[in-house]
């Protein structure tokens, strides 16, 4: 099948970058015997091709920003007529809306991560325009289109819009980027002889950073057995406004704080770490939930789009229903004194990953979505 992508967000993307999930899911599709084409938002210049690798040719197209909606013109069309299955980003997309509810001689598919949350207010407000001016004309679309998503929330989101073909089918995780040897500076200042926590991310109101150390703080002062790691930057003012914290956190002796680093370094600091710590508030889905039970950590998480996709709790991973810092402190406390328990979650999650959530594993999940049939 030849299969094209279309990304409509509007702003350039490093195609480089770590996890492009259009590049990871085409290379598996690529060894499954397809053919994949990439759309991509161009603000300045011409359009032109790029022939990335070995079946996979990426479209840079001029479009417009509107309201941060990609639109492209009539290139986007005549590339469209050479695939035979087109799968969009988002229903709530404008582009993505006129791809779905008006082409119907050809499969296409929807792949959704967002999904209601109260915490996510400019997201819903945008829904709530988005339907009332656009989806409210697309019965037959709803009915026809083909839905895949990142987590169960998703689905659920996309079957309260009307959507009757839903499938959560997750994210898959590229391994390359981790692989060969690498900086190992994190994990030499994480010792051997306690239990390492450790949270990686963004640190910002989304990912709740201000519970996240209270807690931290918490573990600390009453888990002697503790070693807590943060790998994570934010905003200037945001940082600045948590020094009390970390300098409270860094005077027990327990804590390190590493701004940033490259992805190797990160490898060798999972590998290290025995619990993950992921108190989102918000989360489509979460890649370091996907790294983090890769390389064996326990992770205990909030209820998100990624831990409601991947983590089977109690089984390989813990979830907690609350932001109660005696709750999340009660289920580290408990991983960290049950040896049997933690080394269980650690070695289910790693096998979850490995089987069910690289690309290459979920691949065949989007490739049974593009069955030519029931067009």
């Not at 697309?138 to 073909?165: I, Q, W």
């Not at 950073?209 to 703080?217: A, G, V």
């Not at 108190?279 to 979460?286: K, M, Q, R, T």
Request: glycine share 6%; net charge negative; with cysteine.
């Amino acid at each position: 099948m030849r299969i094209l992508l279309v990304r409509p967000w509007p702003y350039k993307l490093n195609i480089d970058s770590y996890n492009v999930q259009e590049i990871g899911l085409s290379r598996a599709l690529v060894k499954r015997g397809h053919s994949c084409g990439i759309v991509l938002y161009l603000e300045e210049g011409e359009s032109y091709t790029e022939e990335y690798e070995q079946g996979i040719t990426i479209y840079y197209l001029r479009g417009r920003n509107f309201f941060k909606n990609g639109l492209f013109g009539k290139e986007l069309k005549n590339i469209i007529d050479g695939y035979d299955i087109i799968q969009v980003h988002e229903y709530d997309q404008i582009q993505s809306w006129k791809i779905y509810s008006h082409i119907h001689d050809k499969k296409v598919v929807i792949y959704h991560g967002p999904y209601f949350d109260k915490f996510n207010k400019g997201y819903n407000l945008k829904c709530s325009v988005f339907d009332s001016m656009f989806l409210s004309f697309s019965h037959r679309a709803k009915d026809e289109v083909t839905c895949l998503t990142k987590s169960p929330l998703a689905a659920d989101f996309l079957k309260s819009k009307g959507f009757k073909n839903v499938t959560s089918v997750g994210v898959g995780l590229d391994t390359k980027p981790f692989e060969g040897d690498g900086i190992d500076d994190i994990s030499d200042q994480m010792p051997g002889d306690k239990v390492n926590i450790i949270y990686v991310g963004k640190l910002e109101e989304r990912r709740n950073t201000p519970f996240l150390f209270d807690l931290m703080q918490r573990i600390l002062d009453s888990v002697p057995e503790a070693f807590c790691t943060v790998v994570g930057s934010g905003d200037k003012e945001y940082v600045e406004a948590l020094q009390d914290k970390i300098s409270a956190l860094k005077d027990t002796g327990r804590f390190l704080y590493i701004e940033k680093a490259p992805q190797k370094a990160l490898a060798q600091a999972y590998k290290k770490a025995d619990i993950m710590l992921f108190p989102s508030n918000y989360e489509i889905f979460g890649m370091v939930l996907l790294e983090a039970m890769f390389f064996e950590n326990a992770v205990i998480s909030s209820v998100n789009g990624g831990s409601s996709e991947l983590i089977s709790d109690g089984d390989n991973g813990i979830i907690c229903n609350s932001f109660s810092t005696d709750e999340w402190l009660d289920k580290v406390t408990e991983l960290v004194k049950d040896k049997d328990k933690l080394y269980s979650i650690k070695a289910n999650a790693s096998k979850t990953i490995h089987d069910s959530y690289t690309w290459d594993s979920i691949a065949e999940k989007f490739e049974q979505a593009y069955c030519l049939e029931n067009m």
